[in-house]
């Protein structure tokens, strides 16, 4: 994974005398909604007030989801964390008398974002998981977990940790499930777990395949032990529009066990425009259809279905526009051709769903100006001028996409990028040095929110 976050963070201990939970944050307001000390800070200092007087925040109520086990309402409403980043850098820049970012981390912070777990021993990381989803329980919202402690995490890269064996995930991953327990949770299982197995990390790593198929057990594993808690919406890892092909990741979502979680997340970190990443995943869920429950010759051969990459239904003869390509969407009617003549319409309610990262991904993906670099440009680290994306829903008008959400935490850097320099900055930001995997950056925040596709307003929906 090329962006990390650290371990839930502590929260805070609020001194007024209103009730807590075991987290430390207020549980009631006077108002009968939870605050926490920061949004309180905020409020007083008339950001978000102003914020209503320009109609910026919509003051109807709407009524929480009804539990409905291992699916995703439309009218679900997505958890806030108390005193996030982004609410604790819009006290700063309003310290500084910075009023222009503190507005845009005041709105920043009142979206729903994911929280991931990414170390510690089963014991703490059940409290933790225990915890956040009893401060969403609170907010009579749902909470967005990320599981992301796999053994040989991001092929030791830039994000590099994870569980010492395969034994010592399975029981991490099985206190995580057990802090769920009968709570309501959206669960991301272990973000570029399959789209970077230890095969894909190069020769020498995996020569027998063992560490890959340990890699598949303890998603597997994963599945198990989250699907038998009555409320979690588990998704796995499909990597993003522009990495595997079609085929390919479908494959190996079913080894891992896609077929009994509710589907497969996409875009996790990444950039990719959400629209591109939609038509991504409807074919991979139909491939999987196509492979497992579709004609007879099709039995287990994820290998035939079309991509973003190739088509048989194109000609293919060399013209402009007559074969796929990956970076020219005006090209992929041709994938949508092989699907539409080889797998048709299959049933609803056989075909997997998905969910869509759209942290960053509001002005697309970057491309550096030809020729300007010689190495590798990693687009994928840090690039220039992004924008927040689609924000969080569960309505997301596609029938296979379950939701719109804020995975990647908005403002944490991917790493220090060099992008083929000898370093060690960052060349499309002076030469300086980025932050590290996970770190937060408070200029790539601002630069994210004033980029924003659809404009950052306050969430309509921040009070239930």
């Known amino acids: 994974m090329r962006s990390e976050r650290p371990e839930a963070p502590d929260r805070c201990i609020d001194t007024v005398s209103e009730p807590v939970n075991s987290a430390g944050t207020d549980i009631y307001h006077p108002w009968g909604i939870m605050l926490s000390k920061t949004t309180r800070l905020l409020l007083a ?5 102003s914020a209503f007087a320009m109609g910026s925040v919509a003051s109807a109520s709407v009524a929480p989801a009804a539990p409905t086990g291992h699916t995703l309402p439309a009218n679900t409403r997505f958890s806030v964390t108390p005193d996030n980043e982004a609410a604790q850098q819009a006290l700063t820049d309003l310290h500084h008398g910075d009023l222009t970012g503190a507005a845009a981390m005041a709105k920043l912070a009142s979206w ?3 929280t991931w777990f990414t170390s510690g021993t089963p014991d703490q990381v059940r409290e ?3 915890d956040t989803v009893r401060t969403a329980a609170a907010e009579h919202a749902v909470p967005v977990l990320v599981a992301y402690d796999i053994p040989l995490r991001d092929c030791s890269q ?4 994870g569980a010492a064996s395969d034994a010592a995930y399975q029981q991490w991953i099985s206190a995580f499930a057990q802090g769920v327990g009968s709570s309501r949770a959206v669960v991301i299982v272990e973000p570029d777990a399959l789209a970077n197995l230890p095969s894909d990390c190069g020769p020498t790593t995996d020569p027998t395949g063992t560490l890959t198929a340990g890699r ?4 597997k594993y994963a599945v198990s032990v989250l699907e038998a808690r009555p409320q979690t919406v588990v998704y796995l890892d499909a990597g993003n529009s522009q990495w595997h092909s079609v085929g390919d990741m479908a494959g190996r979502l079913i080894q891992a066990g896609a077929g009994q979680a509710q589907g497969f997340f996409l875009n996790v970190s990444n950039y990719q425009p959400t629209d591109q990443t939609d038509r991504y995943g409807t074919w991979i869920s139909k491939c999987v259809w196509f492979a497992t ?4 010759w099709a039995a287990g051969h994820t290998d035939y279905c079309a991509s973003q990459y190739y088509s048989s239904a194109a000609p293919n003869d060399g013209q402009p526009g007559d074969a796929v390509s990956p970076t020219d969407p005006s090209t992929w009617h041709w994938t949508d051709a092989w699907f539409d003549q080889n797998v048709g319409t299959p049933p609803a309610a056989q075909l997997t769903h998905f969910v869509v990262d759209t942290s960053r991904n509001g002005q697309g993906a970057w491309t550096p100006a030809p020729g300007k670099y010689s190495g590798d440009p990693q687009t994928w680290c840090n690039p220039p001028g992004r924008g927040i994306g689609a924000q969080p829903t569960a309505a997301t008008g596609v029938p296979l996409a379950d939701a719109y959400l804020y995975i990647k935490t908005i403002g944490e850097s991917d790493g220090s990028c060099t992008r083929g320099t000898a370093g060690p900055g960052d060349p499309e930001y002076g030469g300086t040095v980025d932050p590290a995997a996970g770190a937060w950056w408070p200029a790539q925040a601002l630069t994210l929110a004033q980029n924003a596709v659809p404009a950052l307003t306050f969430n309509p929906r921040l009070f239930p």
């Open 45 to 49: 200092a008339g950001l978000t007030a």
């Open 216 to 219: 598949i057990a303890d998603i």
């Open 158 to 161: 830039y994000s590099a940790g």
């Open 293 to 296: 429950d579709g004609p007879a």
């Open 112 to 114: 729903p974002e994911a």
């Open 128 to 130: 933790q998981v225990r």
